[in-house]
């Protein structure tokens, strides 16, 4: 099965997601502002290809099925992820001016990369399977921080963002999909499928890194 077999490869990345200072201090609502306002800024960008792809993908592929959970997808994140966000940019002030002048980090550049990568060269399954570790990790974190909570009532509505029903069930149907088109593929098909999964998974393990350290190209400064 590939939902299986892709959790099992991304084991170290997945876990430590969780125990990242990031995600730790978030919880307990000790996180900087500031390292919280670039993730916001970081993600931002990340957000609007990761929807792009979804219509990218809808468009390629002939699968109804899928076509029509990419539109679905698509939907939820400019009614929700994209939404939230906006509210959270206005609480931080963070301006149209800001977002522009704050360079796209290497981490979020990379990552939005390895996606279109995916469009490009591999196949409709390599495309899907490297979009479900997004998802299916913050609903993981959201419904494993939900219980106690975050005493920051901003880190708290993020945190509420990602332990929604709505959510959980996009991530079943991916997870269907996938497994089903992972048996009707060949090795190495197969293989694609999971190495884009773990690249993904290492790349939004890398994000929190990244927005926890404020990380630039190297030779240029945060001051």
Not at 12 to 23: D, L, N
Not at 99 to 126: C, D, F, K, N, W
Not at 172 to 197: P, R
Request: net charge negative; charged share 25%; with cysteine.
């Amino acid at each position: 099965m590939f939902t299986t077999q892709a959790r099992a490869l991304s084991i170290p990345y997945w876990e430590g997601s969780f125990e990242h200072p990031f995600i730790k201090e978030l919880a307990s609502g000790k996180l900087a502002h500031e390292k919280f306002r670039y993730y916001l800024i970081q993600d931002r960008y990340y957000l609007e290809h990761f929807s792009k792809i979804h219509f990218m993908l809808a468009e390629k592929t002939s699968d109804k099925q899928i076509k029509e959970l990419m539109l679905s997808a698509a939907k939820h994140l400019e009614e929700g992820e994209l939404a939230i966000r906006q509210q959270f940019f206005e609480e931080l002030a963070i301006t149209p001016r800001e977002i522009e002048e704050t360079v796209i980090a290497p981490t979020a550049y990379h990552y939005v990369s390895h996606m279109y990568r995916q469009l490009l060269t591999g196949t409709v399954q390599s495309v899907l399977a490297g979009l479900l570790p997004c998802p299916w990790l913050y609903q993981d974190i959201g419904e494993k921080l939900i219980e106690a909570g975050s005493p920051n009532g901003l880190y708290q509505r993020w945190i509420e963002t990602y332990s929604n029903d709505e959510g959980a069930e996009e991530i079943v149907k991916q997870c269907t999909i996938l497994n089903q088109l992972y048996e009707t593929s060949n090795e190495v098909e197969q293989a694609d499928m999971l190495e884009a999964f773990l690249i993904s998974a290492k790349m939004e393990y890398a994000f929190w890194d990244m927005s926890y350290n404020l990380e630039v190209w190297r030779g240029m400064s945060n001051d």
